[in-house]
């Protein structure tokens, strides 16, 4: 199965994934629970930051993104795929658009939108189906919004936090633009530009922006 193999971008043979899964390395453990646990570990010791981004290929490696301490949805993205493919847990990368509908102030100032393109997400192989899960959000990041942190428990999808805990919406997936074997940064790319005209094609020689 691709989604197995490790790739430029998915390089888990890397000393910084190694050491991310060696907990996991055991046999005893099964897949359902080391699928579960890391994507706790990725969700909560990352902070999600959507305010940096690269267009730099390298920027994009599970072991670049490994040694940093934050990531945007699609960054912590490739780092639990490229931890469960060491696991020999088939994982792939699935990206669509969302709209926030919380704390939106600051998105709207450097987006000049409350919508994300392209929005990360996982899919996984278990018990002989594909689930869905997202890791963006960490748990202390989710309860500063008062919304529930996404638990992953390897039997269903876990992917979106549709209300906040007062029952307000707070997020909506608005479209979809399917599962991918590795990461399509060119695509990637395109989608910024295209959504974001005013930030991105301003400044065409740059590779890095702090929003």
């Not at 430029?8 to 453990?29: C, H, M, P, R, V």
């Not at 969700?43 to 305010?51: G, L, N, S, V």
Request: net charge negative; aromatic share 14%.
């Amino acid at each position: 199965m691709p989604y197995l193999e490790p790739t430029f971008y998915f390089d888990f043979e890397n000393t910084s994934i190694q050491q991310l899964i060696s907990d996991y390395k055991n046999e005893s453990i099964s897949d359902k629970e080391k699928a579960i646990d890391i994507y706790t570990k990725i969700r909560d010791q990352w902070k999600y930051d959507p305010y940096n981004i690269s267009f730099s290929k390298e920027h994009y490696r599970s072991s670049f993104i490994a040694k940093k301490s934050t990531g945007n949805c699609v960054e912590k993205s490739i780092l639990l795929i490229a931890c469960l493919r060491a696991l020999g847990i088939p994982a792939r990368l699935h990206l669509g658009k969302v709209k926030n509908h919380i704390a939106v102030e600051r998105l709207i100032e450097k987006f000049g939108s409350n919508e994300l393109s392209p929005h990360g997400m996982v899919n996984v192989f278990l018990n002989n189906k594909w689930l869905k899960m997202s890791p963006a959000f960490n748990a202390s990041l989710c309860k500063k919004f008062n919304v529930e942190p996404l638990e992953f428990d390897g039997e269903n999808n876990s992917f979106l936090q549709q209300y906040n805990s007062e029952g307000s919406k707070f997020m909506e997936y608005i479209d979809d633009y399917g599962h991918f074997e590795d990461v399509p940064l060119e695509f990637m790319v395109r989608m910024l530009k295209e959504h974001y005209p005013h930030i991105f094609d301003a400044n065409n020689n740059l590779t890095e922006f702090k929003l």
